[in-house]
């Protein structure tokens, strides 16, 4: 499903040319559940855009779904995003004056779904993530953990080949947080890829795979037990 290889990203500040990424070769296959984590400046943000899309490699190539993106334009990669990617946010990103309903619809509006199949989708994807009471709510009206199960529902509402989840649980409560992440165990076990970039080890512990970084390479590719991902 993804496969990055000899993957660099090199950005100049000044006089000097930072080396974000220096040599990723990564293989991620359908289903899979990775954590990818690693301190501030060890490259896991910038990995990140490579995966979702939102930026492009200096050398190397990036290959998902079978499809080499490193060298579409920027209309291709929007396509590829609204398509191939579901992004959850630790910010949530939702529109106040809108309701949850209409805020998981937006992804859909892009694509030009008709409004009834937009709804129907939208209903389902709410229902999925347990807010299908809410759907006429509007984001001041939820907790922190409801308002990003709205932004999981978002997320999941175009059948994403990708579940991409950075630092999602970084506004929220140690109780919150555990119950995002039984959400993303749950969607895991129903079929989704799902990637989350995290700082935090207790929260890589639930993925099956941890991917660690540090100075833009990858220091360390570690399969989760059973008995780690559980506690």
Same mark, same amino acid.
């Given at each position: ?18 080396? $974000? ?43 998902? /779904? #079978? ?14 995003? /609204? ?71 978002? $997320? ?34 129903? #079929? ?23 100075? #833009? ?6 399969? /989760?037990?059973?008995?780690? $991902?559980?506690?």
């Amino acid at each position: 499903m993804i496969r990055l290889t000899g993957i660099t990203k090199h950005y100049v500040m000044g006089d000097e040319q930072v080396h $974000a990424l220096d040599g990723i070769d990564l293989h991620i296959a359908r289903n899979e559940y990775v954590a990818l984590i690693g301190p501030s400046g060890s490259g896991k943000s910038t990995l990140m855009n490579l995966i979702g899309c939102l930026d492009t490699p200096t050398t190397g190539s990036y290959v998902l /779904n #079978g499809r080499d993106t490193s060298d579409m334009g920027e209309k291709e990669l929007a396509q590829v995003r /609204n398509r191939e990617i579901g992004f959850v946010f630790q910010s949530f990103h939702l529109l106040p004056r809108l309701t949850v309903l209409d805020n998981v619809c937006q992804p859909l509006v892009y694509r030009g779904v008709p409004r009834a199949e937009r709804q129907r989708l939208a209903t389902h994807a709410l229902e999925q993530v347990g807010l299908g009471n809410r759907m006429g709510h509007r984001p001041n009206q939820l907790s922190g953990g409801q308002r990003q199960r709205v932004a999981v529902a978002r $997320a999941l509402v175009g059948r994403p080949a990708i579940l991409l989840a950075d630092e999602p649980t970084g506004n929220l409560d140690s109780r919150t947080s555990a119950e995002i992440m039984a959400l993303f165990d749950e969607l895991h076990g129903s #079929g989704q890829t799902v990637v989350v970039v995290t700082h935090e080890p207790d929260i890589a512990a639930h993925c099956r795979r941890t991917i660690r970084l540090g100075d #833009g390479r990858i220091v360390e590719d570690h399969v /989760n037990s059973p008995l780690e $991902a559980a506690q």
